[in-house]
């Protein structure tokens, strides 16, 4: 199972941006996104299930949103998270998370078996 993630960059404050997260090897019941700033705790950003559902953070409502894509052959779940009207307060590294198993919630880190490597958004 491997997570890649990608679209991170800087950006000015207003501006929008565009992450991707490739999982390859499996079919995983749930993805999200986490973020942390230097010195701050990890906070979940967005989630969503494989049949659809999907939720975002308070922090990020109204302006950021999570897709997903499937291949038809469920060798890769790849996973989005739209940003727009980004504040200088989004700044932080972005994790995208999976698990196979369906228990669970969308917001807890524990929840999740597999990480990416992290993306930098830096918003100015």
């Known amino acids: 199972v491997q997570l890649v993630e990608s679209g991170g960059g800087s950006v000015q404050a207003g501006g929008s941006l565009r992450l991707s997260c490739e999982g390859s090897?499996?079919?995983?019941?749930?993805m999200a996104w986490f973020r942390q700033a230097p010195g701050k705790a990890r906070e979940e950003v967005a989630g969503?299930?494989?049949?659809?559902?999907?939720?975002?953070?308070?922090s990020v409502k109204n302006r950021f949103s999570i897709s997903q894509d499937i291949s038809q052959d469920n060798a890769r779940h790849t996973v989005f998270l739209q940003m727009n009207s980004l504040k200088s307060e989004d700044t932080a590294m972005y994790y995208c998370?999976?698990?196979?198993?369906?228990?669970?919630?969308?917001?807890?880190?524990?929840?999740?078996?597999?990480w990416g490597q992290g993306t930098q958004v830096t918003v100015s």
């Open positions: 969503i299930y494989v049949g659809g559902n999907n939720y975002v953070g308070d």
């Open positions: 090897g499996s079919l995983f019941c749930a």
């Open positions: 998370a999976a698990r196979k198993a369906c228990g669970g919630t969308w917001y807890r880190a524990d929840d999740f078996d597999y």
